[in-house]
Nanobody
Framework: QVQLVESGGGLVQPGGSLRLSCAAS????????MGWYRQAPEKQRELVAT???????NYADSVKGRFTISRDNAKNTVYLQMNSLKPEDTAVYYC?????????WGQGTQVTVSS
């Protein structure tokens, strides 16, 4: 079983920055894929970014050049640095881990970009 605890969401003005964190805990050895998804009101959940244990990254086209995903394997923690935020980035952001054939999700953290 894997538990995911997210932090770092909030309200920010357009053009601002936020950093999300997600710490994984439980009886885990090594997690390969970690990532972030988001869900805006009345929209489907979508991939934002993923990172493997070897630091291979993948980004949604909408966030390339603005968001950076990283991880600390020793702490089983994944980060999402979000810069140049836009109103359309407003959503609930979910941490995701795929471990031993199962998907795990965090509780979600709200990111609101508004002036």
């Amino acid at each position: 079983q894997v538990q995911l605890v997210e932090s770092g969401g909030g309200l920010v003005q357009p053009g601002g920055s936020l950093r999300l964190s997600c710490a994984a805990s439980g009886n885990i050895f090594s997690i390969n894929a970690m990532g972030w998804y988001r869900q805006a009101p009345e929209k489907q959940r979508e991939l934002v970014a993923t990172i493997t244990s070897g630091d291979t990254t993948n980004y949604a086209d909408s966030v390339k050049g603005r968001f950076t995903i990283s991880r600390d394997n020793a702490k089983n923690t994944v980060y999402l640095q979000m810069n140049s935020l836009k109103p359309e980035d407003t959503a609930v952001y979910y941490c995701h881990v795929y471990y031993l054939g199962r998907h795990y999700w965090g509780q979600g953290t709200q990111v609101t970009v508004s002036s």
